[in-house]
């Protein structure tokens, strides 16, 4: 006869940059249950202390559940006889900073791309990268000439600049020519030394103590782990491009996880305490979704992307087709992230997303307020609109991302979340902007994609949990996170036509109820209404060549019976085109705008601002789904590939030599390096 499982009672914690997210979990009729849940304002870096957010947000929870957790400013532990207390705390945390990265790699737009890519795996920021093609080229067209230094000795001079948490070395083909990435390992390392003058003015070299990972031709390792000699923190991989086609970023992105979580995240959980209060280690939030969006695909059988746009940072979780895919933008957001996304989007970008004149001026300045304020909550309409402009910029930078490692990713689950899609008033508002950034082609799906709002936060909190209680955090999740705000099923159309002409017609037969139909047109988004509660089965009639998902153009679709559930919104149909392009002309995009935000119900009223001034806007630019190019890796429009570089370099060899000659052995007055 087996033992019953014990259950216990947890507090789990979110410690963001801005807010601190708590839940209460117990056992309830023998599962796991959600009991409570309460945010307090808080930021860690201002606050330099964790401890009053986390107070607070459980003495909130308190009043919710009449559950005493708190005694004497203290989290009452273990869980008392008589219900109160917990048996433990469990932490999350997004706010332990961003891991900066140097990257050097052999070509910039292979080797160094998929580096790029790789580093997304956790909270990271690229400060630099330097490619070995890039020297090539600039040597090409005389630009290191005109300098009066060589590439090399610019690109140590760079690098002896930049404070940065690691660096990444790649390129070669496996089994090619490995000289190039030698060179590599000898620039990084001579841009990891410095000259410092000690109290009886002797010069003492000392040399960076920051993690390097090797993950290039595996030919190369003695050679570059012989130019690295003097790094203690040097750790090989597998080639993360073995060959030009074959792109291998799961050893990479597991050792970049690795050194954040045990340096970064560890060091956050030293400096506030957080580990003397939990039995469990301190996990990246970002961590916690994967899992979660991991698990969901296996248990559901199904793709799925999560989403979650915070203050400081923005994600993307990708589990499709057994292929796993994170891509965390670190430092941009919604808050404290607004200057990257800025300095990465542009105003204009956010300011074409508004249905109402504003300055690039007095957009920018709001902007910037609300970087410095976060925590402050929109107070008017118009601050809404910037705030969730904001996000629709913010998700399609991940996303972007994502499409560049998977051009034909498939999903057919999304879970949203973070505070400014929690907290919009109507959830017409976060579906539109969710549509508006990820824009579904419905080639993800065969017809309809299912839209989730994570209203409680639960996905970080099922996902830490899962660390250590496993059980605990399936059942959570079944229980709990399904049933939290299923926000709308969608349907995209495919196909072109004149914006008013009808581009399909939808009916949904509800169970037990009445039967609507609704015509769309091209250029138009719409809704049937179908409550949670209920079921329905969804009738698809579209017009000569506008098909759905992989169907037929003109055929006839049906779900199955009573296969649609009810949600917030019901069934949202989508003919506004894909790729999304707003109207060039401002009042065309603004009554366009106003229109959506009217069909999903978000606004009831006639536009009531004055018309956008065609003379003030700027062309409105078009999203694209390439990512942009690493710093540095294009010079021209020719292509320069790893083999090419790796016959090409030779001429550079002599300029290494020299430089490595003019790291002196230290002596009295003199400096790092001296010219020959």
């Not at 090399?152 to 000289?179: F, S």
């Not at 930078?397 to 051009?407: F, G, I, Q, R």
């Not at 999903?411 to 919009?424: E, I, K, T």
């Not at 581009?503 to 009445?514: D, P, Q, Y």
Request: aromatic share 4%.
């Amino acid at each position: 006869m087996s033992l019953p499982i014990a259950l216990h009672a947890f507090l789990v914690v979110d410690i963001g940059s801005t807010m601190t997210h708590a839940w209460l979990v117990d056992a309830v009729d023998g599962e796991t249950r959600l009991i409570g849940y309460a945010e307090a304002p808080g930021s860690v870096a201002a606050m330099g202390d964790a401890t009053p957010a986390i107070i607070e947000a459980a003495q909130r929870i308190e009043e919710q559940t009449g559950r005493r957790l708190i005694d004497n400013n203290t989290l009452l532990t273990p869980k008392q006889a008589e219900g109160d207390g917990v048996d433990g705390i469990l932490f999350c945390s997004s706010a332990a900073g961003v891991m900066s990265l140097i990257i050097a790699a052999v070509a910039g737009d292979i080797s160094a791309r998929s580096a790029h890519r790789a580093v997304r795996a956790t909270y990271t920021r690229v400060l630099q990268t330097i490619t070995l093609d890039d020297a090539v080229r600039q040597d090409q067209v005389g630009v290191m000439a005109d300098s009066g230094m060589t590439w090399i000795e610019r690109q140590v001079q760079t690098l002896l600049g930049v404070q940065a948490d690691g660096v990444v070395i790649v390129g070669g083909i496996e089994g090619g020519a490995h000289d190039a990435l030698i060179r590599l390992a000898h620039i990084v390392g001579l841009a990891s030394q410095s000259v410092q003058i000690d109290t009886k003015g002797e010069q003492m070299r000392s040399v960076a103590r920051r993690p390097i990972i090797f993950a290039g031709n595996s030919y190369a390792r003695d050679g570059v782990a012989a130019a690295l000699a003097d790094y203690p923190d040097l750790t090989m991989v597998d080639n993360l491009r073995p060959t030009l086609d074959t792109e291998r970023l799961d050893p990479v992105r597991r050792e970049i996880v690795r050194i954040y979580n045990e340096q970064i995240v560890a060091r956050f959980a030293r400096t506030f305490g957080l580990q003397r209060m939990s039995r469990a280690p301190v996990y990246a939030s970002c961590d916690a979704a994967g899992v979660m969006t991991r698990f969901i695909a296996e248990a559901a059988q199904c793709n799925v992307l999560t989403l979650d746009v915070g203050s400081l940072h923005t994600t993307a979780h990708l589990c499709s087709q057994d292929r796993y895919i994170p891509v965390v933008s670190g430092g941009v957001g919604c808050g404290y992230g607004i200057g990257a996304l800025l300095a990465q989007r542009g105003a204009n970008a956010i300011r074409r997303w508004l249905p109402f004149p504003i300055s690039e001026r007095d957009l920018v300045h709001w902007l910037l307020n609300k970087m410095l304020r976060p925590h402050i909550p929109p107070l008017t309409r118009e601050e809404l609109l910037i705030e969730h402009a904001v996000a629709r910029e913010a998700l399609s930078c991940v996303l972007e991302a994502l499409l560049d490692e998977w051009s034909d990713a498939r999903y057919d689950r999304v879970f949203v979340g973070g505070g400014v899609l929690r907290h919009a008033p109507h959830p017409g508002l976060a579906v539109l902007t969710v549509l508006d950034a990820l824009q579904p082609t419905s080639r993800e799906n065969v017809m309809a994609l299912d839209l989730h709002l994570d209203s409680l936060g639960l996905m970080n909190a099922c996902g830490t949990l899962a660390f250590s209680e496993p059980d605990a955090a399936l059942t959570l999740f079944e229980r709990d996170l399904l049933g939290n705000t299923p926000l709308a099923t969608v349907i995209t159309t495919l196909g072109d036509g004149r914006a008013g002409e009808m581009a399909v017609e939808a009916e949904l037969r509800v169970e037990g109820g009445a039967t609507r139909t609704v015509h769309v047109a091209h250029g138009e988004i719409a809704r049937l209404s179908l409550s949670p509660d209920r079921h329905g089965t969804l009738t698809l009639r579209p017009a000569a060549g506008v098909r759905i998902g992989r169907n037929a153009p003109g055929a006839e679709v049906a779900s199955e019976l009573a296969g649609i559930r009810g949600s917030a919104l019901g069934v949202v149909i989508d003919a506004r085109g894909r790729p999304l392009r707003l109207p060039d002309d401002p009042q065309a995009r603004q009554r366009a705008l106003w229109s959506w935000l009217m069909a999903l119900g978000v606004e009831r009223e006639p536009l009531p601002y004055p018309a956008l001034d065609s003379v003030e806007e700027a062309p409105p630019p078009v999203l694209s789904s390439a990512q942009s190019e690493p710093r540095g890796s294009r010079v021209s429009q020719s292509r320069v590939d790893e083999r090419q570089v790796a016959g090409s370099v030779d001429s550079i060899e002599s300029d290494l030599a020299k430089l490595r000659q003019t790291v002196e052995v230290p002596q009295k007055k003199r400096g790092l390096f001296r010219r020959g």
